[in-house]
Each structure stands twice: as structure tokens, then as C-alpha cells.
């Protein structure tokens, strides 16, 4: 069981509890001189959703342990945000912003536990590989355009529990399809980005 001290509430449908974003359970509980079990259920009773929340289950040495076994592909497992509204609605995971800059900042240039090509590798050609993604994950004649241009000195993840609407710092240049969307790390306004559909995709176009 988590304790409430370690679940952070991050998001609210309900305009009149977004005051309580970036609060743990156990301090909302305090506040309304209930248990953590009936203030969790009186919140999603009161928002009539399920609440975003952050759990602190992970452990720093486990990370480091499976970013070093060569199988495993890295990503995000959050969706794409930017910092305004309405995403500021809600306070998102920082890996939200800093998932893959953590990556190449923290695990490779200051711990060096696995290399830049490699690190860009499971970025990049293994998911791709993984998911078989048909013209993804490497340039190559053919493929899609779809190219980052970062220095690994200065890449790194700026977004924090507490304040995790901050973009991470240290890429340059992005393009999607062919397309510049990212110009000396400024957007240009292009959005160029599609579905990308793997083999287990049974909708129709």
C-alpha cells in the first residue's frame, strides 16, 4: 500500500479542487480532518473522475539498473504538453518534459552508464524495430525525416516535481517529416506530425 504521503494529486477536472494540485493525500486529508481513504474517495466523488496523481513507488538505483541492460528501449510514457494553458491545469510528471533530455543529461553524460550511441539508439532504432514501425527510427534513404539535432554537453531536463512545466534545454533543432519544427530552439509554428500506425492497427484510414 502507498503511503498518502507519497501520493502527489496533480490534476482535477473540477475547476473548484485545482487549488489542491501539487499536494500529497496526506496533506489534503489534514486539511479536511478526514482519513486518507475517505478524502481520496470524497475527491473523486467531488471532481466525478479520476484524479491524476503521482506515486513515489520507483527507486534511482532500479532506473540505473535497466537503463543499463542492453535490451531495454527508452521513452515516455506521458503525453505531449506544452506550458500554457490548459495544460498548466493540471502539474504533470516532470518526465513529462524531461524524459528523454534526463536520458542523455543525467544517465549518459553525468553518470555514463551506457554511451551516446547507444542511449540514441534506444531512442530512436530499437522501439522503432519493437513496434514495427515501417520508415522510423534511423536516417536512411527512404525513411522519414524525422531528425533531432541536440549537444549532448548542455542537454538535460529542467522540469521538477514542483515546478514541472519546464522544457528541457540543449536541443537545437527538430524535424518532423521533412519539416522544421524547431529552429534554434524556438517552435516555428509547423505541425507536420502524423499517426503513426504499426502493424496492429485495425481502424480504417
Known amino acids: 500500500m502507498i503511503p498518502p504521503e507519497d501520493i502527489l494529486l496533480v490534476s482535477f477536472r473540477n475547476p473548484d479542487l485545482r487549488h489542491l494540485t501539487g499536494k500529497t493525500l496526506a496533506e489534503v486529508a489534514e486539511m479536511r480532518g478526514t482519513s486518507p481513504v475517505v478524502t481520496a474517495m470524497d475527491l473523486i466523488v467531488e471532481d466525478n473522475s479520476r484524479i491524476g496523481t503521482v506515486r513515489f513507488t520507483m527507486n534511482e538505483d532500479n532506473i540505473r539498473q535497466k537503463i543499463a541492460l542492453p535490451w531495454v528501449s527508452l ?3 506521458s503525453a505531449s504538453l506544452a ?5 498548466t491545469n493540471s502539474q504533470p510528471h516532470p518526465r513529462a518534459y524531461g ?4 536520458l542523455l543529461g543525467k544517465y549518459v553524460r553525468e553518470e555514463g552508464i551506457i554511451p551516446l550511441e547507444e542511449a540514441i539508439h ?7 524495430s519493437n513496434l514495427k514501425l515501417a520508415g522510423r527510427g534511423a536516417l536512411a534513404p ?3 525525416a524525422d ?3 541536440f549537444d549532448p554537453e548542455t542537454v538535460i531536463d529542467r522540469a521538477t516535481f514542483e515546478e514541472p512545466h519546464q522544457l528541457a534545454t540543449g536541443v537545437v533543432h527538430v524535424f518532423v517529416n521533412g519539416e522544421q519544427v ?7 509554428g509547423a505541425t507536420p506530425g502524423r499517426f503513426v500506425k504499426g502493424p496492429g492497427w485495425a481502424g480504417s484510414e
Open 182 to 188: 524547431l529552429r534554434d530552439g524556438e517552435h516555428t
Open 83 to 87: 506550458p500554457e494553458p490548459p495544460f
Open 122 to 128: 534506444r531512442l530512436t532504432g530499437l522501439p522503432a
Open 147 to 149: 531528425v533531432v539535432i
Open 75 to 77: 521513452c515516455s510514457d
Open 99 to 102: 524524459s528523454f533530455a534526463r
Open 142 to 144: 527512404d525513411y522519414f
